[in-house]
């Protein structure tokens, strides 16, 4: 009994001297960024230079050869910690590579992603999942590089501001109000810079969109792969946001020319070309057809040039009319959700952990 009660005891000391690095838990919620298309664009790592070192010569120098491989050694690992420590970008405008530091790139992402005026804990978790999202990406594009990014760790054209604003864009976007923005990025990335998600010890894909349907989707139903932090949750503030509604009309010459290179043979009236509309348990369509020809519901998104998939199209007045709600994929972390939260007193821990399920929040190592 003493020797079980010692032991107790030590456990309990160690424990208690442990750094807690993590939001923990199961959590109620859960690239793909908008840009990405089908929208994980999954990079990878290249390995770190390795650096060399001179054999000994002779037992006489080998004190001092010793001294040289370790300073050696120590300007490899500066090295290898600045290579992890800043983003490369293939610019396409410029088909130059840009080097970028994490938090100067967290800035100008946010700054994509986010207008200043959100709150500051929406701002936060838009800066956790970017970070996180972008990582993924770096990492994994590092380990086997794709021959076109010419060692970059993704492309992006930064004169028409794509992914990450530069000051000079942003300077030019924000105005007069450049200072007091900029100030406000900068300190909500400062209160969480470093900071990612992780899953299995793994960066998780951080996905995230600008406006869900009112209730996010499941990975497995938008991108045909099941994933447990990826899950379908309530986020009523989307129907709050700014055109979370739209509607887009097309003549029945423009619904066919659009349609053209699907191959469909249309015959029979208009208003019986659509049918077996199959969507997902939040609204996003899956999958119709089109006079016999099935198309996804991304298909006819893309085709159309409509915000989201979740939407639904009727034909009237010789037209066809698309009513779509939300705006993006509708996978993870909602923007205007994240937006929703904060106003109603939400810190970005619990914005995270409503949106991706059972995740850890912790340092980047």
């Not at 701002?123 to 010419?150: G, N």
Request: hydrophobic share 35%.
């Amino acid at each position: 009994m003493k020797k079980r009660l010692l032991i107790s005891i030590l456990c309990f000391l160690l424990m208690a001297g442990l750094p807690l690095l993590s939001a923990g838990g199961h959590m109620d919620g859960e690239a793909f960024t908008e840009m990405f298309g089908a929208e994980e664009t999954e990079s990878a790592e290249t390995s770190v230079q390795s650096q060399t070192t001179k054999k000994e010569e002779s037992k006489e120098n080998s004190k001092s050869e010793s001294k040289t491989e370790k300073s050696q050694n120590s300007e490899n690992d500066t090295k290898q910690k600045s290579a992890t420590d800043t983003f490369i970008i293939l610019d396409t405008a410029s088909g130059k590579t840009v080097e970028v530091g994490d938090r100067d790139f967290c800035m100008g992402a946010l700054a994509y992603e986010m207008p200043p005026s959100f709150e500051k804990e929406a701002l936060k978790a838009q800066t956790v999942a970017l970070y996180t999202h972008f990582c993924r990406i770096r990492e994994k594009q590092r380990k086997e590089p794709e021959k076109d990014l010419k060692g970059a760790d993704f492309s992006a054209d930064l004169k028409k501001g794509e992914i990450y604003l530069t000051d000079e864009v942003l300077k030019e976007k924000w105005g007069s109000l450049y200072d007091e923005s900029i100030k406000k990025v900068q300190t909500a990335v400062d209160e969480v810079f470093g900071e990612v998600l992780t899953s299995g010890g793994e960066l998780i894909d951080a996905c995230y969109h600008a406006i869900s349907s009112g209730t996010t989707e499941n990975a497995e139903d938008i991108f045909g792969f099941k994933c447990d932090y990826l899950k379908a949750v309530a986020s009523p503030w989307d129907t709050a946001a700014p055109d979370y509604m739209t509607s887009a009309d097309f003549t029945t010459a423009e619904f066919k020319e659009k349609l053209s290179s699907f191959g469909i043979s249309f015959s029979g009236k208009a208003e019986d070309y659509i049918k077996n509309i199959s969507a997902t348990p939040s609204g996003s369509v899956k999958t119709l057809k089109i006079c016999g020809k099935e198309l996804t519901g991304s298909q006819v998104r893309q085709t159309f040039g409509l915000r989201s998939a979740a939407f639904t199209v009727k034909y009237a007045g010789g037209k066809f009319t698309f009513t779509v709600k939300g705006y993006g994929h509708g996978v993870g972390l909602s923007q205007y959700g994240a937006q929703g939260m904060a106003q109603q007193g939400s810190d970005y821990k619990e914005i995270l952990q409503h949106y991706y399920r059972g995740v850890q929040l912790g340092i980047r190592s």
